[in-house]
């Protein structure tokens, strides 16, 4: 899965420069206006059924054909309704072009839903490896399509090619390689128990899509389609590492957590650990694009795209704790603790709605400035209590993980303020230097606390034994 997200990481920071000097924001903001109704579908679709397979402790293929005819079946429903109701969109946004669009993604939401439930019993089976390959070939054939369709057309449809090669790739490899094809269905006590497991979350993931998903209906809107072009590509460069290490580290962390709950102890062991390397991995390289902010879109988008530097500065402020926060789901999936959840959906959805509508008058900027404003005054402390109010890991136990990355990021911004005040537009080598600065001075002060300390010693120790193994290994065939 690493390797996979390191295909995945250096791909995009290839092709998002390429992208963003053939085509026209408007584009970005044609497919970030259907992104939302799309992924509505592909999201409600599934209604958490996938997630139900890899948390169950035992299953059947009877149980299995259930949930996939019955995600299909919701597909097909929801697909129609979008090929109906695309012409009715394209009015109300102002936007002809958005009818091919929904139209082909439409499509994409069965396919992908077809290919959901191979897909899910190979991450039960913890077949981590198979699933890398799956997503290297896909990144690098869409990627190539992608870049290729616009370069000879300049059309916003290069936008969904690499979607589209994942989707059937994920179709036809995971079908095979899980050696499942739907049968008949088996309806008893333990599949209406995963349909409710399903149903909880599916709660969960639908008020945070339409939190996640409002700011760009509203801003293409308010402001039209170039304003969210600009705010798109802001807030998916801020999305950018933190998805590219948090969604592998979940399709391994749920499935494991969810083995670990007859052991306590080692389940908050192994999601402490594995958080803190995550936040040790992601945030000292977020802090430093935040504040390099103007240098960092420059490099990654080109210089059209400067207008969306102060947006990306003040989303990445929002995704240094998100690093953190988006693992608490782990917590309440693995746990099977659906009603708080739901909860949390609920609260952080309609905060973060509100906070768009409030910085809404003032544009993009307006939005992410509010939304950065309430992610930390409301929903940061919100969620963590939630998590710790029960199961295996508490309030204490979080406070007292994040608490030393807090310090380290602290000292690591004043460093880059000073240094930003000498050093205003650095070069491509120069900040390569100041991030390793940024990690250099974060590691310093994570050391200083002993399980932090503990942590990173652990981990070196096993990359040194790992080379020294590999080394072996090679010495062996000469």
């Not at 992410?368 to 508490?394: C, E, N, Q």
Request: hydrophobic share 55%; aromatic share 10%; charged share 10%.
């Amino acid at each position: 899965m690493g390797a996979a997200q390191a295909c995945r990481l250096i791909i995009t920071f290839i092709t998002a420069p390429i992208l963003g000097r053939l085509l026209h924001p408007s584009d970005f903001g044609l497919i970030a206006t259907s992104a939302p109704i799309i992924g509505f579908v592909t999201m409600i679709q599934n209604l958490g059924l996938t997630q139900a397979i890899i948390q169950r402790r035992t299953i059947t293929k009877g149980q299995t054909n259930t949930l996939f005819w019955l995600s299909l079946l919701l597909s097909l429903t929801f697909a129609t309704g979008l090929f109906v109701l695309a012409p009715s969109l394209a009015r109300y946004f102002q936007e002809p072009r958005l009818i091919a669009v929904i139209w082909v993604g439409a499509a994409l939401t069965v396919v992908s839903v077809i290919g959901e439930q191979p897909m899910a019993l190979l991450t039960r089976n913890l077949r981590f490896r198979l699933l890398a390959v799956i997503d290297i070939i896909g990144i690098i054939v869409g990627a190539a399509l992608g870049v290729a369709i616009a370069w000879y057309t300049r059309s916003y449809w290069a936008l969904l090619v690499p979607l589209a090669c994942t989707r059937f790739l994920n179709l036809i490899v995971a079908a095979f390689a899980a050696r499942w094809f739907p049968g008949r269905p088996v309806w008893d006590e333990a599949a209406r128990q995963m349909i409710g497991f399903g149903a909880g979350l599916s709660m969960f993931n639908i008020l945070n899509f339409l939190a996640r998903s409002a700011d760009n209906l509203m801003i293409a809107k308010a402001h039209g389609s170039v304003a969210l072009g600009f705010y798109d590509r802001a807030y998916r460069l801020m999305l950018l590492p933190l998805t590219q290490a948090t969604w592998p580290l979940s399709r391994i962390m749920t499935p494991i957590l969810s083995r670990l709950q007859g052991d306590p102890e080692e389940y908050r062991i192994t999601y402490i650990s594995s958080v803190s390397l995550l936040m040790l991995a992601v945030q000292p390289g977020l802090l430093c694009a935040v504040i390099y902010s103007d240098a960092t879109v420059a490099l990654l988008l080109g210089s059209k795209w400067a207008e969306a530097a102060p947006m990306f500065a003040c989303l990445g402020f929002a995704g240094l704790h998100q690093t953190f926060t988006s693992t608490t789901g782990w917590l309440f999936i693995s746990q099977g603790r659906m009603r708080d959840l739901s909860i949390v959906g609920l609260v952080s959805s309609t905060s973060t709605i509100a906070s768009f509508a409030v910085g809404l008058p003032w544009g993009p900027l307006g939005v992410a400035v509010s939304y950065v404003i309430s992610d930390y005054a409301l929903r940061l402390p919100f969620i963590w209590y939630m998590t710790g109010r029960a199961g295996y890991v508490g309030v204490g136990d979080i406070y007292r993980t994040v608490g030393p990355h807090a310090c380290g990021l602290l000292m690591s911004a004043s460093a880059l303020v000073l240094i930003k005040a000498s050093l205003h537009a650095p070069s491509l080598i120069e900040l390569g230097g100041i991030l390793a600065v940024t990690y250099a001075i974060n590691s310093a002060i994570l050391i200083m606390f002993r399980s932090k300390r503990r942590l990173i010693l652990q981990v070196l120790k096993v990359a040194c034994r790992s080379v020294m193994l590999h080394r072996t290994s090679r010495k062996g065939r000469f």
